[in-house]
């Protein structure tokens, strides 16, 4: 995780969408590619809570922005962050966490792997 100059930190999270699930809801967004590339920029803190076993794939279960949270108001308590961040959540099937809290979210498309000839 890259650290800016302003202790902020820029995280990249590579997912898959399961080949089972539809793309549709991300074509409208020009998104064609189930393999992808979360990008979380400017966060003032990022926690996790990773679960080190479990029964199947952990899948994310829920995304979701959380409105007037607990840790940024906390933040903000200690004078860390901007009026404008934003908690975002990712919660997996089997009880891991990720929370981010920061400044924007974006996805980038990775690239269509060619085939390999010989």
């Known amino acids: 995780m890259p650290i800016a100059e302003d202790g ?3 995280v990249f999270i590579e997912v898959e969408i399961n080949s089972e699930e539809s793309l549709e809801p991300f074509r409208e967004f020009g ?3 189930p ?11 990022v926690t996790a809570i990773l679960i080190g076993f ?3 794939r952990e899948v ?12 940024e108001q906390k933040l903000h308590a200690i ?3 901007s009026e404008t961040m934003i908690h975002f959540r990712i919660q997996g ?3 891991s966490q990720l929370d981010f809290v920061g400044g924007t979210f974006s996805v980038a498309e990775q690239k269509m792997e060619q085939p390999h000839t010989s």
């Not at 393999?35 to 803190?45: A, G, R």
Request: hydrophobic residues 35%; aromatic residues 6%; proline residues 0%.
């Open 31 to 33: 998104i064609n590619n």
């Open 8 to 10: 902020c930190l820029n």
């Open 60 to 71: 994310m279960s829920t995304f979701e922005i959380i409105e007037l949270s607990e840790l």
């Open 79 to 81: 004078g860390v962050g």
């Open 35 to 45: 393999k992808m590339t979360l990008v979380f920029q400017d966060c003032s803190q």
């Open 54 to 56: 479990c029964t199947g």
């Open 93 to 95: 099937s089997h009880g």
